[in-house]
């Protein structure tokens, strides 16, 4: 019983975010009661609930829901991507993050003493978390500190830490930070992921912007070097997009726009390209990854002779398939935002997010490829015979 509810749930979302993709907002069902919570629904998922949600301008529910994911799956970069990326986004529109005054519930309160570190404690009534310094609101300690304001002192309880006095030095929503800690330890949590990069610029009011363009800078001879090994070497694209941190239409995208370089389809030379040209072209082409997107990027769709069979495979279009799927979880669009807590904190975030032009182009290619192409596993690619 406890399963057919769990799945009539998770229906009701797919059909939300279906309805949204349709343009129907009529079909919503948003009954938090009828649809997976955030611990029953992955981070894979996650855009079932927050499209909808942000479709509908409610940008407090997806932090709340989004939040609760991160306490939840903590371990899981997704987590903290999903949840940076809607701040980072849609700061001007959430009504949960504004600076607290005084300790109330929902917050978090940096303690601190003289001669020592201070540390954040959080009030959270969701299933707080000992190992991450969280507490019941019913708590001792949120007693002794509810009503307190910056700069106040007080005795924590005696079962904490005996007698002593400790400042409270700063108040802040539970929801800024957390988003200041992903910031914080998002590189030290997930050293192998290229989400974004942190560069700390000093004074906010008189940023020294040195550090940032070294970055900049040494990232730049390195992508030119990686392309250079592409163009002069066997080098597949798969590869040089994992050596630059970027997937394979973007990394397409920017060799076919930059007069430099060029995107390789096929390892050739003139001689070999006359010869198989005077063979003449089989009916059944069989286009990889660097031609489906070299066809999209040139517009070249709509000029393939319907009496040729087209043949991509499997990976092919799961691949490009999975890009649209990061897309939908992508909850927010590429830009230069800088949050007022980011701000606060001295860092500069540098979003590596596709551009929504590139998204639609992805999504167009896709549609073309169901409208044009038959789908192969890669051995039977490889039986087909060479022409």
Known sequence: MANEAGNSKYFRAFKNYLAI??????????????????????????RLIVIPYIAMSLFDEALVFL???????????????????????????????????????????????????????????????ASHSEFYSQSPLFRSLVGLTTDDQVQLPGTMIGDEFVTIREIQSKYVRAFQDCLDHFRQRFPDEHFLQKVDVGDPNNPDLTGLLD???????????CYEKYVNNPCSIYFLAKMIGRNEFETTQSLATDPKYM???????????????????????????SAVISVTLAGGWEHLDPNKQYVVSQMTKELIDSWVREDDENLGSSDDSITQEAKQHRYSILRLDANCASSGLIRFMQQQLSKNCEFRSSMRLAGLAAR
């Open 67 to 129: 939040h609760r994911q991160l306490r939840h799956f903590f371990d899981d970069f997704h987590a903290h991507r999903n949840y940076i990326s809607l701040v980072v986004t849609h700061e001007g529109r959430l009504n949960l993050l504004p600076p607290l005054e005084v300790v109330q519930q929902d917050c978090a309160v940096l303690l601190g003493k003289d001669g020592e570190e201070p540390y954040w404690v959080i009030f959270d009534d969701n299933s707080p978390k």
């Open 215 to 225: 970055t900049l800078s040494e990232r730049s001879k390195h992508i030119e070097l």
């Open 263 to 289: 995107v390789k389809c096929y390892q050739t030379n003139p001689a070999e390209l006359e010869r198989r040209a005077e063979q003449g072209v089989s009916s059944k082409i069989v286009l990889d990854l």
């Open 21 to 46: 993709r349709l343009s129907q907002p009529e079909l919503l069902e948003l009954d938090f009661e009828r649809l997976p919570s955030p611990e029953e629904l992955g981070v894979d998922r996650s």
